[in-house]
């Protein structure tokens, strides 16, 4: 067998040719990469989604399937369906204390004017 | 696409969409007929179909238990939708331009909250805020402060509880490569919301809760490595 062999074709038992669309971005050294993506997707579909992206942009492709597919391996129902609500979430939080901060340095300004004013009388 | 639980399958009915996609007899306990209604069904199992395959799909399915299958198939559903759309990114630009806002939101916290203590010192202290020309006070801004860059893929600041931070801290720079370090989120039990998310995604044609641009010194949704 090559020992040279990508990922893919290592996870697939085929032989690696030398134009390979996966073995830019599936180095042998990180198997479980692969088989994540291979089990979401299928290697028929990402071969096929990666064929037709222009060279320069499959291996952004490529992590970004990667990483949706971790996402579905760790959370089955959701996948990063739960990270974009999560994160939602956290922005409505983090707006509800902006608006929180915002009007208590109204007060905290109120109160020093006021301070400042009787001061001077 | 009909996530009610009634099924759509043969038996007077027809077959549900998926089927009809896939031009097959729909069997009775047919995997797909809940959530796939001979309609609209057919069209988004298109999209599910060409991204992850029937048979991952049901694999996928079969695997979760049946209550929470509406969520899964929602949630598969918009995946696939949003791959389709941007086929380079999918709908992680939407997690990164989210992540950016939530940046942008805590720094901006952090500088008010930052403010806020200065002002309740017992000693007066001037506040360093620029004042309009009406006379009156403006409201901090993000755009006072410098841009932040972060790193793509590093959503390990998602879990860390929402509390403030130092502003100098949020000048720290992150790990470039922490792929994958997401901890489960199947503990959401938003299930209603989940599935009007998708469905306003779904429906309008279009990203939910699209940053505006500017907020974080950059609009683009482009992922950019570091």
Redesign the interface.
Same mark, same amino acid.
């Given at each position: 067998m090559n020992p040279k062999r990508c990922a893919a074709c290592k996870y697939l038992r085929r032989r690696c040719p030398k134009d390979c669309i996966f073995s830019p971005y599936f180095p042998p050294n990180d198997p479980a990469k692969f088989a994540c993506i291979h089990? @979401?997707? *299928?290697a *028929?579909?990402v071969s096929k989604?990666l064929q !037709?992206?222009p060279d320069q &942009?499959r291996a +952004?492709?490529a +992590?970004?399937?990667?990483? +949706?597919a971790?996402?579905?391996v760790?959370?089955?129902?959701? *996948?990063?369906? *739960?990270? @974009?609500?999560?994160?939602?979430t !956290? @922005?409505e !939080? &983090?707006?509800n204390?902006?608006a929180k &901060?915002?009007a +208590? @340095?109204a007060v905290?300004?109120t109160k020093?004017s006021q &301070?400042?004013n009787s001061d001077f009388m | 696409m009909s996530s009610s639980g009634n099924p759509s399958s043969s038996g007077g009915g027809g077959p549900c969409g998926a089927c009809k996609f896939l031009r097959r007899k729909c069997v009775a306990g047919c995997i797909f007929a809940p959530y796939f209604d001979s309609e609209q069904g057919a069209a988004h199992f298109a999209a599910v179909h060409k991204v992850f395959g029937a048979s991952n799909v049901s694999k996928l399915l079969q695997h979760v238990p049946e209550h929470k299958r509406p969520d899964a198939v929602v949630s598969i559903c918009f995946e696939a939708q949003a791959r389709l759309r941007d086929p380079i990114y999918g709908c992680v630009s939407h997690i990164v331009s989210l992540q950016q806002q939530v940046v942008s939101l805590q720094t901006e916290l952090s500088y008010l909250q930052a403010h806020l203590a200065t002002l309740e010192l017992p000693q007066p202290q001037p506040p360093p805020v620029p004042v309009s020309s009406s006379g009156s006070l403006q409201a901090l801004s993000i755009t006072d402060l410098p841009s932040i860059s972060p790193s793509v893929y590093d959503l390990s600041s998602i879990f860390e509880p929402v509390m403030s931070s130092t502003w100098a801290m949020q000048q720290q720079p992150r790990p470039s490569d922490h792929l994958f370090g997401v901890p489960s989120s199947s503990s959401i039990g938003g299930g209603g919301e989940l599935q009007a998310l998708a469905r306003e995604f779904i429906h309008s044609g279009q990203m939910p809760a699209q940053p505006s641009p500017g907020t974080s010194g950059s609009g683009s949704t482009v992922i950019k490595r570091e």
């Open positions: 089990r @979401i997707y *299928g *028929g579909n989604m !037709q992206l &942009t +952004e492709a +992590e970004s399937l990667c990483f +949706e971790k996402c579905r760790d959370d089955p129902v959701y *996948g990063c369906v *739960g990270i @974009i609500h999560l994160l939602q !956290q @922005i !939080q &983090t707006q204390q902006l &901060t915002q +208590e @340095i905290a300004q020093l &301070t400042h | -």
